[in-house]
DNA sequence: ACGATATTGCCAAATATTTAACAAAAATGT
DNA sequence: ACATTTTTGTTAAATATTTGGCAATATCGT
């Protein structure tokens, strides 16, 4: 039997987690699949379908609890930890991670800034000293890092991943534009920015035929 | 009869494309479904399937010219002609897409950058003067924009995006966290980043149990 | 020049995902 | 208290996507 989730799923989860959270936020107590498939832009089936995956969160004739739901589905993410991360990489992408405190509200602390540049190496970013790449893998044996965002060019992107796979971090978060190569035990999240821009860019050109 | 290409293909297409480009600078000449399979990890199957959506453009016994592929894939997305694209949000994200030049190598030129804080605007970005967010209507209707990239909070992002279908700007290209209002006929495509994040930590908390 | 080999394009089968349907259970209104 | 309405959880059907199989055709080696 094939108990796992499909991938389909998981990557609905934090849209359900973003929505909840406003409904929350706007003292929202309870809701239905029909009501939030209004507002998600999700059919009402697929959405109870997913929950399910679950387990059984809503109530015949009620609906659901929204701040029931919404810890339910923070417990799924794993939200219920804090992570350690380390950004490395320090250039402008770097540096707009490194001052994006929202990641730090869901738990993903910022503890290392790595950079090769000389000319970066000893900035301050965000109360967090940049340090030479090259104490990196030291680093890691000292903290016990569970994800790095990879914010260097192509070039160095692969060098990087491979010290991160050794010292046994346990996620990438990619967005270097290359298909890092690491081993099984090791997630991998790329985020290829051009891959949008050339995706809007193909639908400009349907729209002019 | 419904000949609209699925979004699962148009999705791989841009990998396709950086995947040829690496082939091509490496001189390759020619390369068969199954040796591209093994490098960009599809199936030979389905590569075969995806760019015969759009033409028959390999050959029984040789396989497929590299750079006449990649031209051709280059022409379906659309990188034929330049699109005139402009930053709302200056902050550290904004700034940060603003000096990647390589956007502009596929001929994505930035025109503009928009901002409401009075500290920012005024500031010379990549060679571009940061103007105040309430001159930006103005700026549209004299400038044929195609592609808008929203990098303001979460707040701002809807009020943004309503002068944006107003000014008939093509495309949206959104990193505020929310799902943004407009009309059928402007494509929108979102980069939720903390959504990744939360993917990342779901494996990881699977990883523990 | 010709047989052996490689490889596409396409169709069909297998999987995966989404949507529809509905019985069962809870809530609501009178 | 009881009929009506709401809404879930789950099963089944419908769609969509991926993979496998193979005839047709080109290339390669001799």
Redesign the pocket.
Known sequence: M?NSI????IK?LPKYHRYLKELLDRDVKR??????SEIIG?????I??D??NF??????????NVEDLYKEIGKILGLTKTYKTVIIGAGNLGQALANYTSFGSYGFELVGIFDKNPKIVGLEINGIEVTDVDLMKKFLENNDVDIAYICTNKTGAQFVADILVQAKVKAIWNFAPVDLKVSEDIRVENVHLIDDLLTLSYFLKEQGE
Chains 1, 2 share one sequence.
């Open positions: 094939d499909s991938m389909a799923v609905r809701i239905s699949s029909k009501e939030l999700f059919t009402a089936s697929q109870r379908q929950l399910n387990g059984g969160f809503g109530q015949q004739g009620y609906g659901y």
